[in-house]
T-cell receptor, first 114, second 112 residues
C-alpha cells in the first residue's frame, strides 16, 4: 500500500481546460518529484522540490507548474491542457540527505486530453 | 550525456526459466543503483538497491542484482521466474547531487 496518494487516478478532459493533479505523502519526506511516463519510454523528471517553497524544473520541458506550500502536498497544474499532455503522471517522494534513499511512488494519474 | 540504458524492451519467458535483465549507466564516480518493479495496475515499488559493500544484492521475491563497476552494469537476475513476475522493471541511478534517473523499462511477460 502506497504512502503517497495521487488523485484523480484517471482523468479525461477537453483541450484548453485547466487541471490540477493532486499528490500528498504522509511520510514527512522533504523531497518530492513529478515524473511523466509514456509506454516503452523512460520516466522523465518534470518537476522536483527539496522542501517547502522550493520548486525546480526537471530534465523534460513541461508546460505544467507546481507548488510546495506544505511539506506533504505537491500539486501539479496545467493551465491549458492540450492533447500533447496526454500521459501518465507519477508523483514520488524520498527522504532528504541520503542519495541511497529510495523513491516512494504514488499510483499515478493517467491523463487523456481530447 | 548521463544516461541509464535497458536494452531489452520486452522479454517473454516460460515459467521456471531463468531471467537476466540488463542495465547499464554512464555516470562516473560513486553511484547508487536501484531496480523498481511495476505490476499491472499498481504503483512502482522498490525491488532492491545497491549503494556500497557486497556487489551482489538480494531483493524481494527471489530477485538479485550484481553491480559490476568495470562494466557500469547492474543486471537483475532471478533463477526461476513465475507467472506472477509479469511486470515492468525499471533500473534507476543516483549519483552525486543528481536526482534519480530511470531507464526506459523492460516489460517481462511470463507464460504459465
Amino acid at each position: 500500500e502506497a504512502d503517497i496518494y495521487q488523485t484523480p487516478r484517471y482523468l479525461v478532459i477537453g483541450t484548453g481546460k485547466k487541471i490540477t493533479l493532486e499528490c500528498s505523502q504522509t511520510m514527512g519526506h522533504d523531497k518530492m518529484y513529478w515524473y511523466q511516463q509514456d509506454p516503452g519510454m523512460e520516466l522523465h523528471l518534470i518537476h522536483y522540490s527539496y522542501g517547502v517553497n522550493s520548486t525546480e524544473k526537471g530534465d523534460l520541458s513541461s508546460e505544467s507548474t507546481v507548488s510546495r506550500i506544505r511539506t506533504e502536498h505537491f500539486p501539479l497544474t496545467l493551465e491549458s491542457a492540450r492533447p500533447s499532455h496526454t500521459s501518465q503522471y507519477l508523483c514520488a517522494s524520498r527522504r532528504a540527505g541520503r542519495d541511497n534513499s529510495p523513491l516512494h511512488f504514488g499510483n499515478g494519474t493517467r491523463l487523456t486530453v481530447t | 550525456a548521463q544516461s541509464v540504458s535497458q536494452h531489452n524492451h520486452h522479454v517473454i519467458l516460460s515459467e521456471a526459466a531463468s531471467l537476466e535483465l540488463g542495465c547499464n549507466y554512464s555516470y562516473g564516480g560513486t553511484v547508487n543503483l536501484f531496480w523498481y518493479v511495476q505490476y499491472p495496475g499498481q504503483h512502482l515499488q522498490l525491488l532492491l538497491k545497491y549503494f556500497s559493500g557486497d556487489p551482489l544484492v538480494k531483493g524481494i521475491k527471489g530477485f538479485e542484482a550484481e553491480f559490476i563497476k568495470s562494466k557500469f552494469s547492474f543486471n537483475l537476475r532471478k533463477p526461476s521466474v513465475q507467472w506472477s513476475d509479469t511486470a515492468e522493471y525499471f533500473c534507476a541511478v543516483t549519483a552525486g547531487n543528481n536526482d534519480m534517473r530511470f531507464g526506459a523499462g523492460t516489460r517481462l511477460t511470463v507464460k504459465p
